[in-house]
């Protein structure tokens, strides 16, 4: 509601206006540690505005690929390219400042600061202005600060924790803090989203609730989103295409229904003959 | 037949046959620069100045009349109080039309009949939610010509041509000559006597009803407020009850221009608390259940606070009145400023009966809490204005602006129902004339249906509907609901239903337990408890709630007492159509869903097994079984051998 100056609407995304580029891809992805291979000439990639979700048992392989993405772990052999970009040999924090967000299992929110500054941590890699300029406080370190907040406060808004912005982190349930844990994510103004099992431990209605959140940054932000989940209803709701993993290797990939029917993925889910 | 007359306003700021959008314009062009409507956004409070306010309002007008919006028209809006659904009324008044708000958490089925029976032409929606509503209507969806929507999040590929963006809607409006006149005509030529608002009364008896309220009722309900209180310009008003309510029509739309009064708006209704201690404002307007809430929230604090600063607080609630500045210092000031009372000169409660209990509380804790009388169609009534506030009453009648009629005249009936007469009277239902005929009779005596009775001071007290007020089979008559607001003065106890009539021996209570404070109390005494059901059953909840009833029961003459009740093993629910919108009871509705459990209280069991189907929010439907234990008290008669 830009007309009156009090709500603004997130203008609706300009679906379908360009073919869909690959915004990151993996190609011939090989990991090993020692004599296990976690990872065996692994293709992924994800287009503009999709959502993809790559599922897999234990040891499948799929954390070491989210890890490879975001910098933390060296393939051994094959590229990663981001943004048009070959990152393969770029630490995780430049591929960060890239747009690059990533959530990690469990919670590694900040506990003993209120929502709003752990989502302002988020924009730190953002901000330019530098220390001695902060503790002045100091023309542009001011400007900037006032912009990042209102930055914050958007997503705020967007995950709709206006009466939660002052409580401590350590306060809130678990559900929650993953949703601020989403929150700083969407504060470096990420152009690719990885979520490493982002509803493990959640009960039912907060596992809808962060999937609308989910969906909503994929459809309102057009930022395309790449999701590790073991809950499967949830993954083949939400998702555009499923990649599936098995022994570091791709066994499937495909629609949701297409990867529901394929027989391997059954095999490797329920062990039938 | 006891007969009360009311006296004159000498307030200036008379409504002189304006208009509110007339007198929107000289407000404007009197205060220009200052702030009218102030919000909350990303944690910041920005304000519309009034020059800004009309500029919107004007633009948005000419939007509505591009859009096809018709002179006589009604423009529908439902969301949360938010600037935007305000300045939209005011756009349909400029436009000649006029508004029906509704209740952010109205149904679809509710919107569609709605809709339907105001032949609304534009629906202003706040978010997806609402859309989604208005896209359910089904046949009620014919007349309307748009669906404007505030908040566009989730609605991205919805592709309903009706559907369109505030802000382009906004943006479409024609700037050109030729509809700036044609708005200028439309200001210029609206009458006093136009409706201004509909508002659907809340249906505890039968469907609702769509009341018209005119320009000059909206005016003349905000002068009583202001000729009798003695409301300041530029008064800091907090806005929270939804404009669907006749009484927020007359404060946030009408009094709001009238006196004028600076309008805040919570960011949403969860920050609610954080922004009333933000704004503290001077002036507010809840329902008797929203300052129960309020009085719960202290208690429940309190109930949190060391032994120590339980006392003292205990202590200064109670302190004589030679020590009353050192209970102010130490505490009171501090509660008030916790709760956002700090500045609160004119606190009103207004909808049904608030106990006395709370309303001594409040008083207590330096709150200057006022009860406020009226009804929908005849709009405000009775207040406590001056200087007593006498907690059983609804106060004297109002003081009416000489210019819009003569002075309010109450009588009471045979039956004793109230009946009221002057101001701008009651200008009708919508479309419904024999409904209206039957509460409106020859002389303009409007007849409330309230039974009430007058104090040797001239003040209202308030026994019950004429239709409730019961008899018992032995022929003693007795006040559900003032029975009832006793029982709801407990913090332990959210709602209560008091049941007994001329097939009935005995009074008996269905009881909801409120759960938050039972949570703690249950808490603080290792008693584990798992579901609603468990806990509304536990001895530990049982007893106190006896303890509670006793209490009520002391307090009541020995016909009105309470022989039996049980605890409701799920919390009553407007979703499960047990309660209205605005949280009153809907008797019929509880009396079948918890008939078997009320046949139980009746025929002496001391158990019954209850099944009760429940909506989910969704829409899914569920049950819940459990075994509900029914108590007896003293007043109970002695039980007849089986």
């Known amino acids: 509601m830009q007309a009156l100056g009090i709500r603004t609407v997130p203008t609706p995304a300009a679906a379908g206006a360009t073919a869909p580029t690959r915004v990151l891809e993996a190609r011939d992805l090989h990991l090993s540690f020692g004599a296990i291979q976690a990872l065996v000439g692994v293709n992924f990639h994800v287009a503009a505005g999709e959502l993809v979700s790559i599922i897999g048992p234990n040891g499948a392989g799929k954390s070491s690929l989210l890890n490879c993405l975001s910098g933390f772990y060296k393939p051994s052999a094959g590229s990663i390219r981001f943004a048009g970009v070959d990152v393969s040999r770029m630490a995780p924090p430049r591929r960060a400042a890239m747009g690059m967000a990533r959530t990690f299992q469990g919670i590694q929110t900040y506990e003993s600061m209120t929502v709003r500054e752990n989502i302002l941590c988020g924009c730190h890699c953002r901000m330019r202005t530098g220390l001695v300029a902060g503790a002045l406080w100091w023309g542009p370190s001011r400007r900037e600060m006032v912009r990042f907040v209102d930055e914050a406060e958007t997503i705020i808004e967007f995950l709709e924790l206006e009466e939660l912005r002052h409580t401590r982190v350590g306060d809130l349930g678990y559900g929650l803090r993953k949703r601020v844990d989403l929150g700083r994510a969407l504060a470096i103004d990420p152009k690719v989203l990885i979520l490493d099992e982002p509803m493990a431990g959640m009960n039912a209605d907060e596992k809808a609730d962060l999937a609308r959140y989910i969906l909503d940054v994929n459809d309102a932000r057009d930022v395309p989103v790449v999701l590790v989940e073991h809950d499967m209803e949830v993954v083949m709701d939400i998702s555009d295409r499923v990649m599936v993993l098995e022994w570091g290797r791709t066994i499937a990939e495909g629609t949701p229904a297409e990867v529901r029917a394929d027989p391997k993925v059954i095999q490797a889910y329920l062990g039938q003959e | ?642």
């Open chain 2, 1 to 642: 037949m006891t007969e009360l007359r009311g006296s004159p306003g000498d307030d200036p700021r008379e409504p002189d046959g304006e208009t509110l959008p007339r007198l929107l314009r000289r407000r404007a062009a009197e205060h220009g620069g200052r702030d009218f409507l102030r919000a909350k956004r990303h944690g910041v409070w920005s304000a519309i100045s009034w020059h800004a306010a009309l500029e919107k309002v004007e633009t948005l007008a000419r939007a509505m009349m591009a859009r096809g919006l018709k002179r006589g028209d009604v423009v529908a809006v439902i969301g949360e109080n938010l600037p935007e659904a305000y300045l939209v009324q005011y756009a349909a008044l400029c436009a000649g039309a006029a508004a029906t708000h509704l209740y952010p958490d109205a149904s679809a089925a509710e919107l569609g009949f709605v809709l339907k029976d105001s032949g609304a032409t534009l629906l202003f929606a706040e978010d997806q939610e609402q859309v989604d509503k208005f896209l359910q209507a089904g046949d009620a969806k014919a007349g309307v010509l748009g669906v404007v929507y505030l908040d566009g999040r989730g609605l991205w590929h919805y592709d309903d041509p009706m559907l369109v963006d505030f802000g382009r809607f906004v943006a479409a409006a024609p700037a050109d000559a030729a509809a700036r006149t044609a708005l200028d005509a439309s200001i210029a030529t609206g009458s006093d006597a136009d409706l201004a608002a509909l508002c659907y009364t809340s249906g505890t008896t039968g469907s609702p009803k769509g009341v018209r309220l005119t320009h000059r009722h909206l005016l003349d309900n905000a002068y009583r407020l202001i000729a009798s209180f003695g409301i300041a310009p530029h008064i800091d008003y907090f806005s929270y009850i939804s404009p669907a309510w006749a009484a927020e029509q007359y404060t946030g739309i009408g009094l709001s221009l009238l006196a004028p009064a600076v309008v805040h708006f919570a960011e949403k209704p969860e920050t609610v608390p954080t922004d009333l201690r933000e704004i503290s404002p001077e002036f507010l307007l809840f329902t008797p259940r929203q300052w129960e809430m309020i009085a719960s929230q202290i208690e429940a604090q309190m109930l949190d606070a060391k032994p120590m600063r339980r006392r003292l607080y205990e202590w200064a609630i109670a302190a004589p009145a030679q020590l009353r500045w050192l209970a102010e210092v130490l505490v009171l000031r501090a509660i008030r400023d916790n709760t956002g009372l700090a500045r609160a000169r004119f606190p009103i409660s207004a909808g049904s009966g608030l106990s006395a209990e709370i309303f001594r509380r409040f008083h207590a804790l330096g709150i200057p809490l006022r009860n406020l009388y009226g009804s929908t169609e005849a709009g405000l009534v009775s207040a406590h204005w001056g200087a007593e506030a006498e907690p059983s009453t609804l106060g004297r009648p109002l003081r009416i602006a000489p210019s819009v009629g003569a002075p309010l005249e109450l009588r009471i009936a045979g039956d004793g129902e109230l009946l009221v007469r002057g101001g701008a009277g009651f200008a009708g239902y919508h479309g419904d004339d024999a409904a209206t005929a039957k509460v409106l009779d020859a002389d303009g005596w409007f007849h409330s249906g309230d039974a009430m009775h007058v104090t040797g001071s001239g003040e209202l007290v308030f026994l019950d509907r004429v239709k409730d007020m019961r008899r018992l089979a032995s022929g003693s008559t007795f006040p559900p609901q003032t029975i009832e607001n006793h029982l709801r003065a407990s913090p332990f106890l959210r709602d209560a239903i008091v049941l007994g009539d001329e097939s009935r021996d005995f009074i008996a209570a269905l009881i909801n337990v409120d759960a938050g404070i039972f949570g703690r109390y249950l808490e603080s005494r290792n008693i584990g408890w798992g579901t609603f059901v468990e806990l509304s059953q536990l001895d530990a909840v049982l007893e106190r709630i006896a303890v509670e009833v006793a209490k009520v029961n002391a307090m009541l003459p020995a016909g009105s007492r309470i022989a039996r009740f049980a605890t409701l093993p799920k919390e009553l629910d407007a979703d499960d159509a047990e309660l209205t919108r605005s949280r009153k009871l809907k008797r019929d509705v509880i009396a079948e869903r918890y008939g078997a459990l009320i046949e139980s209280i009746y025929a002496g069991d001391e158990s019954c097994k209850l099944s009760v189907n429940v909506i989910y929010q969704d829409g899914s439907v569920g049950s819940v079984h459990a075994g509900v234990h029914v108590l007896s008290t003293d007043a109970a008669p002695v039980p007849a051998p089986a």
